[in-house]
């Protein structure tokens, strides 16, 4: 059973959540639903991470078997595009639910910043491989 005193010091440390959040700039986590829809901390960065891995493995498949982007979807990927979705998601979120923010622990290049505009440059770089070889026929390397 609870005691007031537990309830009183939960309330205390998640204002020194929030608080430490605000003083990061970052939208701290609520438990809402916002947290991870449209504009929350984690839905651009897990996107951004599959597309930096995704990206990746499109390219060393099309180097090392010369399969373009939709066969490689038609082979078997999206089974492994919806595995790695599921633990990459549930290994983005664990850290941010338990209060763990990505600028604390961004050191050196490798920052929080970074990990966004990389995932970005993915993203644009995936879209652009597809609609490269949609229009070619052919893989582009």
């Not at 438990?31 to 499109?58: K, Q, W, Y």
């Not at 505009?117 to 070619?136: D, S």
Request: glycine share 12%; net charge neutral.
């Amino acid at each position: 059973m609870r005691k007031p005193t537990d309830v009183v010091l939960e309330t205390e440390i998640g204002a020194k959540k929030l608080a430490d959040a605000e003083v990061l700039g970052e939208k701290p986590l609520t438990g809402s639903r916002d947290d991870n829809h449209g504009g929350g901390p984690a839905p651009e960065r897990i996107n951004g991470r599959l597309a930096m891995i995704g990206f990746v493995a499109t390219m060393a498949v099309e180097l090392s078997s010369g399969q373009d982007v939709f066969t490689q979807i038609s082979n078997g990927g999206v089974a492994v595009f919806v595995v790695t979705s599921v633990v990459l998601s549930v290994a983005s979120l664990v850290p941010l639910l338990k209060g763990v923010s990505v600028q604390s622990k961004s050191k050196g290049i490798m920052t929080s910043d970074a990990e966004l505009w990389n995932g970005r440059f993915a993203m644009l770089g995936l879209v652009g491989l597809a609609f490269t070889e949609l229009v070619k026929g052919t893989p582009l390397v």
